[in-house]
């Protein structure tokens, strides 16, 4: 499993509230961004989000994962652009 992967597309998932927005924003399938977080959830042996046939909501857990990630997610993002801007 491709554990940043996972990691951003739970991370869309939360953000946008759905699976297929999230796979939209990440030009990938609805199926593809499921099994990733899905991945992720048996990786850490917890269940992240609440799923329903209407919507996606963040567990207790799922949220608290949210947070220290989005943090995360955008260190990387600081120092990719810190890299670009070298060249």
Do not use: P
């Amino acid at each position: 499993m491709d554990r940043l992967l996972a990691l951003q597309a739970f991370a869309r998932v939360v953000e946008l509230g759905g699976f297929t927005k999230a796979a939209d924003s990440l030009q990938l399938s609805k199926t593809t961004v499921s099994d990733l977080v899905q991945g992720l959830e048996n990786h850490l042996g917890v269940r992240l989000l609440q799923r329903t046939t209407r919507r996606v909501s963040a567990t207790s857990d799922g949220a608290a994962f949210y947070e220290r990630s989005a943090h995360i997610l955008a260190e990387l993002d600081e120092a990719e652009a810190a890299v670009m801007q070298t060249r």
